[in-house]
């Protein structure tokens, strides 16, 4: 009988990816995020920001990034999920020289569960808080927020909407060097505003990453947002939307405090919350 030649099955391009290195090069930007909070709390403060918490911190990259600025930034993480805080020690912190990974702790624990020495700055980015789907739970969420800052601390949020949110079974594609990011919006229900979605990566080779993250959130108005911010007892909310360049037809990197905007289809909004 003749020998069969082993012929080692090609893994496809979707077996060879890991999902934390895709959702960072696609979702998130934490360079752009610490220097936008960095910048607004100097301004708003009056002093450096030096210790913050992000809260949601999934893999820790803003985090990481945030200690690497300063000799003097110190920062918590708080994630549910030990998993994806152990991707994030792996490959942010272990990267960090071994003063700066002494700055920075993570904590596998509900973030309305931890307690922390009062922090300048709590972040909750990514529209994480949105897993907080009936007021009572979100205002628990920024009152205990609100009682891990000092006293001029500022807590920070983004938010999206715009009528195309309410549509549903909507995929929005964005094309990457290596593979296509895809945002699916799976559902939306108008009656409570739950709204699921979730991110799958497809690659050329036809393999794809399906449902690499799902959300089952509440889809929360800024109005909403504001509200209970204010029930939660901080003093000075501001909306800060994203700006639009005409010309080019695409989003800006700034962001405008505003208190009227247009009604686009999407947008983007950065909310800071003056303790
Ligand atoms: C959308 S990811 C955000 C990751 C990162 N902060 C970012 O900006 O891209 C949401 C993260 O929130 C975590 N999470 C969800 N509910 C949580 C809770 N109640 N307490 C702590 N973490 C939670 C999930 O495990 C997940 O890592």
Redesign the pocket.
Known sequence: MAKQKKRGKQATLAAQANKHAL??AS??C?EY?IDWVTARFAEMRGRPLRKLR?????????ACEYVKRHPDNTATG????AD??EWGRKHHLAALPAEAQARIQLLN??????STPSVDAV??????YW??ETRASLLE?FQHARNNLADDGMLFL?AFGGYDCFKDDEEEETEYDDFTYVWHLRSFNPIDNHCAYAIHFRFADGSEIENA?T?HWRHWSLPEIRELLEEAGFQKITIWMQGWDDEADEATDEFFASTEADADPGWVAYISAEK
């Open positions: 959702y960072e979702v998130q934490s995020e992000e809260d949601f911190c999934g893999t820790a990259n803003a708080v994630d549910l999920d994806v805080l624990q509900d973030v309305k569960q931890a972040l909750a980015m990514n529209f994480s897993v907080f969420y983004d993250f959300y």
